[in-house]
């Protein structure tokens, strides 16, 4: 039998617990859905696991993290949080295929003042639909509720992603010349970072 805890830390300092598990029990189908064979373990541990296929000779792991920095803050004020995880998960994948490094895996971390369960769980289903856009797993993530830390409803949003490149692979802008031919892309939109 669990007893019940009268004076619960957790609740005084401002920390919905029970909203915790809401939103987990409401992501776990989005953040299953990207998974593959490689991802070993479910949602809701401490850590996730991935197992490294056995077919690189020489495999280098490359590693970043980056966020959306103000984005945030435009996406909250026209509500349009839906697209904010495409955003951050194309922060980090664009660092690993400059690279030559296939996507493999990314973990987030999502922190507010009070946890909104509706709206983190669309911001992470677009999380889970970003990294299946990128072929890599979402593999685990960090949900913080630091009231206080954060005025009002504001949110921070952050990822971090894995790799893998075969060592001859890897692309180092070494080779880069006077005459290379250099491709823009028209914009969707207003992205993270410019």
């Known amino acids: ?20 598990n809401d939103l987990v029990e409401k992501i776990k189908k989005d953040v299953a859905s990207s998974h593959n064979k490689s991802v070993l373990g ?3 541990g401490f850590a996730g696991m991935y197992e490294l296929s056995k077919n690189y000779n020489e495999p280098v792991l490359v590693a970043c993290t980056d966020g959306v920095g ?18 951050l998960v194309a922060m980090c994948v664009n660092d690993l295929i ?17 946890l909104e369960v509706n709206e983190a769980s669309r911001i992470i289903k677009s999380i889970a639909d970003a990294c299946k856009n990128s072929d890599c797993a979402l593999l685990g993530g960090e949900t913080a509720e630091m009231p206080g830390h954060y005025v009002g409803k504001n ?13 001859a692979n890897i692309i180092s802008g070494d080779t880069i010349e006077e005459g290379n031919v250099l491709i ?7 992205h993270s970072n410019g």
């Open 1 to 20: 039998m669990i007893r019940k805890v009268e004076n619960d830390p957790y609740k005084s300092a401002g920390v919905d617990i029970d909203a915790g």
């Open 42 to 44: 479910n949602i809701g």
């Open 70 to 87: 103000t984005k945030v803050a435009l996406a909250q004020e026209f509500n349009q949080v839906d697209g904010i995880g495409q955003d």
């Open 98 to 114: 400059v690279c030559g490094a296939k996507p493999l895996f990314f973990l987030d971390y999502f922190a507010s003042s009070k």
């Open 155 to 167: 949110f921070d949003l952050a990822g971090f992603s894995v790799g893998c490149v075969e060592k």
């Open 184 to 190: 823009g892309i028209e914009s969707s939109g207003p």
